[in-house]
Nanobody, 122 residues
């Protein structure tokens, strides 16, 4: 079993920056591909970004390309999402996720965190 715990959410102004992080624990979790999803009120949960087990490959949703950067530290077993130029439409609960693969092309994770709220004020 893999446990994922997010941190770093909060309130930020339009155009500002915020970094959310996720600490993973559990057997072999450091080798798993990890990512971030988000869910806004009244909307379905959507993919944001993913990073491969080694960190050499990343994938982003079109809506965040050029503004968000995903990274990982396997020594600490953490994954982070740096969010720049935040827009009101980025307001959502952000969920950390992990998949039982080292590749980055997965669409359905095997594990979820509990989520952290990010609110962008206009």
């Amino acid at each position: 079993q893999v446990q994922l715990v997010e941190s770093g959410g909060g309130l930020v102004q339009y155009g500002g920056s915020l970094r959310v992080s996720c600490a993973a624990s559990g057997r072999t979790s450091s080798a798993y591909s990890k990512g971030w999803f988000r869910q806004a009120p009244g909307k379905e949960r959507e993919f944001v970004a993913a990073i491969s087990g080694t960190g050499s490959s990343t994938r982003y949703a079109d809506s965040v390309k050029g503004r968000f950067t995903i990274s990982r530290d396997n020594a600490k077993n953490t994954v982070s999402l740096q969010m720049n130029n935040l827009q009101p439409e980025d307001t959502a609960i952000y969920y950390c996720a992990a998949a039982r693969t080292s590749a980055v092309g997965w669409t359905r994770p095997d594990y979820w965190g509990q989520g952290t709220q990010v609110t962008v004020s206009s």
